[in-house]
């Protein structure tokens, strides 16, 4: 058995892996809040309709604790974890929605989510599941919405951000893993963003309030409740909160790659026939055999990622650009396509390892198990662009103990142009002799596509065992 | 949104004037629900601020005013797995 690093905060209860499956070991109060949540309406109908992790019991799994637990959990093991930092605009708002309608279900049932971490949200079929079941517990009267300051740190203030000053969230959530305070978006907010939805209260009076009661010694929470505070109020809030949450969208409307397609086909990157060829490369690639997990390195908005998707059960389709994500992430929903997960990552930055004793939040590739690496269109990026030499990039790729299909876009190419235009060319190693032989000490080349007249090629590589 | 007005004069007339940001700032975040419920909340403004204003008069408060702190509830908003 192996304990879950990022399960400690809540001492009632434990997320341990046995093979590949996952439990929750409870304390006493814990299997009582379980068994008031499991006996509810709500709890089944939200795991009917996916919007919280599958759950059942797992009383057998105790036999093989050491008896300080008083009841097990068995879920559902999602195939890959996301972090909040990792998802684009429209990911955070649908988390946030999924919590607030979770929220206002719950209390119907006399129910309350004692927290709202982000973090205890996952993508599955590209769609949001609560996967925090112990969060839920009996509302205790007169009782306020606890968890109200950290939803708007890991919810509302991200979003306010991006929606009305066209902040990218994600490398705030990823140095601030409690979230983005009151006092901090305060700060980044001018006068006119106070006239915005929400934000002279949630952020500038929230931000007020709790600098003034922060050396408060009174149960303020206890007095709420001997002043009569109910279930409606919560309500309202939530409610009041959702609906500003739901008309939210990143406020920039465009960006370097958002515009891919259009791009690509106008700039003479490619003509169209050459994106058929590039597609029919990849798909015959994916199926040299069957393919669990396909990562896509630089996706764009995600053209390839979906030619990848139709030979594989799951697709991790990554890009540092949040808006050409944000597209690739509406497409998925508009077309209902479920097995592509779209990350903000920048190849160059990937996800670290970090949290509490650098454990609690995973580094990518610890979470990830591709058996095929698409990495397109990126080579002259990371190499001209981010000044990685090109025998690292290859061996970080071989690192990753997958087949890999790479294109090089050649000197004559005009984006390479482009790159090299203001930069002194000391890039002795960005070159087709360079790479194939730097290749070839770990992958097998099975096959090279020309494309453009000859200006970028692919090549098929099967990694070597 | 008088009432939210009226509520927000309220509070600032109240508002201590020193502070430490590292004790708990979850408890202004409380007490801007009864704010942002509006007309829903008038009541319970209302009543808790009435506690405010009657508890030096009580045997509670005079006891916390001769230093008997209140321990907050050990429910950490903070938790997750």
Redesign the interface.
């Given at each position: 058995m192996q304990e879950e690093a990022a399960s400690f905060r809540d001492r009632s209860s434990r997320v341990i892996y046995r093979d590949s499956e996952v439990f929750r070991l409870l304390d006493a109060q814990a299997l009582s809040a379980w068994k008031d949540f499991s006996s509810t309406k709500f709890a089944s109908k939200a795991m009917a309709r996916g919007d919280i992790i599958q759950t059942t019991e797992a009383s057998a799994m105790l036999a093989s604790t050491n008896g300080s637990w008083a009841g097990a959990l068995q879920h559902e093991r999602l195939p890959f974890v996301s972090y909040p930092y990792e998802w684009c605009f429209g990911m955070l708002k649908d988390a946030a929605l999924l919590h607030l309608e979770l929220l206002l279900e719950a209390l119907e049932e006399g129910l309350m989510i004692k927290d709202s971490s982000a973090f205890n949200i996952q993508f599955k079929d590209c769609r949001p599941v609560f996967i925090d079941i112990p969060s839920f517990e009996k509302w205790k009267p007169g009782e306020p919405w606890i968890a109200y300051r950290q939803f708007c740190e890991m919810f509302l203030f991200p979003l306010m951000l991006g929606a009305y000053k066209g902040i990218e969230f994600q490398p705030l959530l990823r140095s601030e893993l409690d979230g983005i305070s009151a006092d901090y978006c305060r700060k980044l907010f001018s006068a006119r963003d106070f006239l915005r939805g929400g934000a002279f209260s949630h952020v500038y009076l929230q931000a007020k309030l709790q600098k003034a009661f922060a050396n408060s010694n009174r149960s303020v929470k206890r007095e709420l409740s001997a002043s009569g505070f109910h279930t409606e109020l919560i309500k309202i809030n939530v409610r009041k909160i959702r609906k500003l949450i739901s008309k939210m969208d990143f406020a920039a409307a465009d960006s370097t790659w958002s515009e891919y397609e259009k791009v690509s086909l106008s700039n003479d990157t490619y003509g169209s026939e050459d994106q058929r060829v590039k597609a029919q490369f990849i798909g015959e690639v994916c199926e040299w055999k069957p393919r669990e997990e396909v990562s896509v390195l630089g996706c764009k908005t995600g053209t390839y990622a979906l030619v990848a998707a139709d030979h594989a059960d799951r697709v991790l389709a990554m890009d540092a650009d949040h808006l050409a994500v944000e597209r690739l992430y509406q497409n998925l929903k508009k077309k209902e396509i479920k097995n592509v997960l779209p990350l903000v990552m920048n190849v160059c930055n990937l996800s670290p390892a970090q949290g509490w004793k650098g454990l609690e939040r995973k580094r990518l590739e610890e979470r990830s198990q591709p058996s095929l690496v698409l990495a397109l269109a990126l080579i002259h990026h990371v190499v001209i662009s981010a000044n990685v030499p090109m025998v690292q990039l290859i061996e970080w790729l071989a690192s990753l103990e997958a087949d890999l299909v790479i294109e090089f876009a050649t000197r004559e190419d005009p984006m390479v142009q482009r790159l090299l235009l203001n930069k002194e060319d000391n890039y002795c190693d960005y070159a087709q002799d360079y790479l194939e032989q730097t290749l070839k000490r770990f992958f097998s080349i099975e096959s090279v596509k020309q494309l453009n007249g000859g200006q970028r090629l692919l090549f098929a590589c099967r990694r070597l065992s | 949104m008088p009432t939210y007005i009226f509520a927000?004069i309220c509070?600032c007339l109240v508002?201590?004037e020193?502070?430490?940001?590292?004790?708990?700032?979850?408890?202004?975040?409380?007490?801007?629900?009864?704010?942002?419920?509006?007309l829903?909340?008038a009541?319970?403004v209302c009543?808790?601020f009435w506690?405010q204003i009657s508890r030096p008069f009580s045997r509670g408060g005079k006891e916390?005013a001769e230093g008997t702190?209140?321990?907050?509830?050990s429910?950490?908003?903070?938790?997750?797995?």
């Open positions: - | 927000v509070f508002m201590p020193t502070a430490f940001a590292y004790l708990d700032p979850g408890t202004g975040s409380m007490l801007l629900q009864l704010l942002l419920a509006g829903a909340g009541a319970v009543k808790f506690q916390e702190v209140e321990l907050e509830d429910s950490d908003p903070n938790r997750e797995d």
